[in-house]
């Protein structure tokens, strides 16, 4: 593991080290090398106890940040033109997770450039375009964590290996259309006879006059799994250590979403002053076998989970240097579980136990401040209040966020 | 059938009625074109004069325009690489992309002042392709608009004999407005500026205007309290004449330094758009040279 950590600081400096420098030439970022930036975040965090989410089975990355000081997802982009035909982009993220240091290939993607009439396709690993965060990186978010419904729907961001295609409408309306197909095995998804993820998306957005603009999106994913097992489920942790395991197995899992932004620069300078409000609902149907093994005991049984949720947030810079945020989420589970045989468990109390059972709303009240001292550099302070019935916890994470080599340009 | 009837109707406006479509990037270049082109062009210009362009946000319409785009026309040197290749690349638009016809970089066709020797971040927002704000060159502009002029005969061959003789029309019109310009900013040679950004040294270059400082201690840094003291200090043995700003620069810290220094602030156009009377390139100079030419009557 101290190996690991030592790799990756080196991979860091050694990247650390290389400032960009490139040729005269058009605007590329980079000329002929690709573009490469680097972005290193690391947190402090204080708060009571683990994160849980009564009536949902978790996917992966759903946790908190360890305690105290500890490393975000260093995340290495490079991205260029292949030639004239194809754009391509690859994001890695270095990350710590349960103390050992993981390489995780968040994005590889190729897109095209010279299909025309709006049409473009992009295929490899790529985070979908449904919804509106999903597609953006999180150092570009305006909290350090995934709204509640993101963690909860897509265990933070849904992203998988496929194809997509795109079309943009030839009006003066931004008007896009797409579609994609991928392996659909990561979460909310699972092992599979191949390719069974499917994902729509509109998206339509315009101007209000100098100084306005707003953008509403709506998409739907679906996928089949022969089987799917959790990561956690609830207050899980003593249970695995006696070997219990939840898998669902033949499962359905459908995701309709909406979206909604609107951004206000009062001087049509975004990066001097700027109120944006964005918006997401996300409502997940699924239906499974579920088969639960705990030593030599086991029970099997359908499994119905409707799940929803939303979040919406109101974020302002109020100077280039300082940015403001709040947040507010909710999300919302029914499961239904129908005992088809049991073999020394009792289902109900299983289902208390592990908190799956549970109908009650999570809700979470999050308020952030952010002090840039360049665009490329960012300390952030945020709290988190979390209530689900009676009880309640608080998380407080200081952050920093630095983005190192060329200038990535945000989508909106 | 029904399908298709929709179908083509969304098709409709993206079928130019033998009109180039042109994005331009900023102001400057939008008048350039409408010079050059005329009526044979429709132009979206996708920043006003209150807008930095280094930040601009790759917004829904900007994207949606890049789509119907049959022509680029930007500044380039890195100055839009904030914005720009995201809008093309999300554009679908095979028309735009970098290596085609459709393309065109200003700055590129010019030789750029202030190139660096490295990069580096710690220097603040430099472009490494040297400093991009060249339309603020009048000779500059002559060669520009005889590239620019080449490129819109080559994308629309039919009109081709059109844009010559446009081009021909204008240079006339041009030079001899440079000409007057360069006899009636005489008296402002060795005039002392300080400036909020380094956007006027084409200008300063052009007209032999003398530039002290920068008010950014770094391009693209905003000044601290701590730099703007330093800053005073230093101008206060070489006072400027005046301070120069641009329409979409924070006036905060040049208002400050204006007080201290007892120094005047002007506001100049910068570019098509940036006040009532700079409707065109011709009057962005007319109007640039009077608004320094009455300050410096304003000090004597």
Redesign the interface.
Known sequence: MLNCKRAGAAMLATFFASSFSHAQGYISGNEFNPSISLILDGRYAEYQDDFELPGFLLGPESGLPTKGFSLGHSELTISANVDDQFYGSTSIAIAEHDGSTEVELEEAYLETLGLGHGATVKFGRFLSHIGYLNNQHEHSWAFYDAPLIYTAMFGKTLYDDGIQGRWLAPTDLYLEFGVEVTRGDSFPGGENKGNEGKALFAKIGNDLGNNVSWQLGASAYSSQFDERSTESHGHGHEEEEHGAELHLMEGEVDITGVDAVFKWSPTGNARNQQLVFQAEYFQRDEDATAEFHEDVNSFVSDYQGEHKGYYAQAVYRFSPNWRTGIRYGEIEPKNQFEELESNGIDMDEFLEETELGSTEKTQRRSIMFEYNPSEFSRVRLQYNHRGWGENQDEVWVLQYNMSLGSHGAHSY | MRFYLLFSL??L??ICWGKVHVFACEPEWASLTEQLAGDHATIFTA??A???PH???????L???M??ADMVV?T???L???????LI???????V???KPG?F?AA?EVE?LD?PE????SQGDVH???NPHVHLDPNRITTIAAALSKRLAAIDPDNQSAYIEQLKTFQAKWNEHVSKWQLKAKPLRGMKIVTHHKDWVYLNHWLGLQELATIEPKP???PSAKDQKRLLTELSANKPDAIVLAP?Q?AKAANWLSQKLDAGIIKLPYTVGGDGQSQDLFNLFDRTIDLLLSAQRAIK
Not at chain 2, 55 to 61: C, D, F, G, Q
Not at chain 2, 89 to 95: D, F, L
Not at chain 2, 118 to 121: F, G, K, N
């Open positions: 969304l098709l406006p993206g920043t006003h209150q807008q930095d930040h601009i946000e790759a917004r829904p319409s994207i949606a325009q789509r119907k930007c380039g040197a890195d839009e690489v904030g914005w720009l290749p995201l690349r999300r554009s679908g638009n095979a028309k992309q970098t290596n393309y970089e590129m750029r190139i490295s990069v580096d971040r490494s392709a040297g693209g840094i905003p979409y924070n």
